[in-house]
């Protein structure tokens, strides 16, 4: 696609529940990331995949977070069992080969009641 | 951490004027990149600095990078409406696949 694509925009759900965030990254961009915002911060690192290795998972804050990544291209983030501290901006971006600029999506808001 | 700090944490300026923010951080790095990021959006890649470059141009955007002071600056000259947005410095470490983002620095400009 032209840019890095996110789904859904918005989701709000309730504190228990699980979710899942998309992430669509650019063709050809072989590294992809997750971020996580909270309301005036900055971005905290949450998972890298590149290529075929295996994913740097260092920054999950906990096991209720995974993420996968099929067939190089498109991935999912999945929250288990969400807390009210969950409620942030998740952001995905993608680059060609780990180097050189990312490109960012719009982001995923997401509000635990 | 290895996240650094950007300061100052907001600033606000007349049209016109210039704007500098700074960014430090604590281990070395291949490249250092700022951002931009407009209210609820995600975030623009402005500029890309290396380790041995020690300034870059792009329009009225000046990025100076000191190596051995861990610390970077963004300067925007000419400052016009458009340019109020969050601006993040992100920082690549020699090791490690993560780029570290601060806080970042809220640039309200005046018009």
């Known amino acids: 696609g032209a840019g890095v694509s996110q789904s859904p925009s918005n989701k709000v759900t309730e504190k228990g529940k699980d979710v899942e965030l998309r992430c669509d990254p650019i063709?050809?961009?072989?590294?992809l990331y997750w971020y996580r915002q909270s309301l005036g911060q900055g971005l905290e690192f949450l998972i890298y995949?590149?290529?075929?290795?295996?994913?740097?998972k260092s920054g999950l804050p906990s096991d209720r977070f995974s993420a996968e990544r099929t067939g190089g291209s498109v991935s999912t983030l999945t929250i288990q069992r969400t807390q009210q501290e969950d409620s942030a901006v998740y952001l995905c971006?993608?680059?060609?080969?780990?180097?050189?600029?990312?490109?960012f999506g719009e982001g995923s808001r997401l509000t635990v009641l | 951490s290895q996240q650094g700090e950007e300061d100052p944490q907001a600033l606000s300026i007349q049209e016109g004027e210039n704007a500098t923010m700074n960014c430090s951080y604590k281990?070395?790095?291949?490249?250092l990149q700022w951002y931009r990021q407009n209210s609820g959006r995600g975030l623009v890649h402005l500029i890309l600095?290396?380790?041995?470059?020690r300034e870059k141009h792009s329009g009225r955007l000046r990025v100076t990078l000191d190596t051995s002071k861990k610390s970077s600056s963004l300067l925007i000259t000419a400052s016009r409406a458009a340019d109020t947005a969050s601006y993040f410095c992100?920082?690549?470490?020699?090791?490690?696949?993560?780029?570290?983002f601060g806080t970042g620095t809220s640039l309200t400009v005046i018009p």
């Open positions: 971006a993608s680059s060609f080969k780990g180097f050189g600029e990312l490109f």
């Open positions: 063709s050809g961009h072989t590294a």
């Open positions: 995949f590149q290529g075929n290795s295996a994913p740097d």
């Open positions: 281990t070395s790095i291949n490249n």
């Open positions: 600095i290396r380790s041995n470059e």
């Open positions: 992100a920082r690549e470490p020699n090791t490690g696949n993560q780029f570290y």
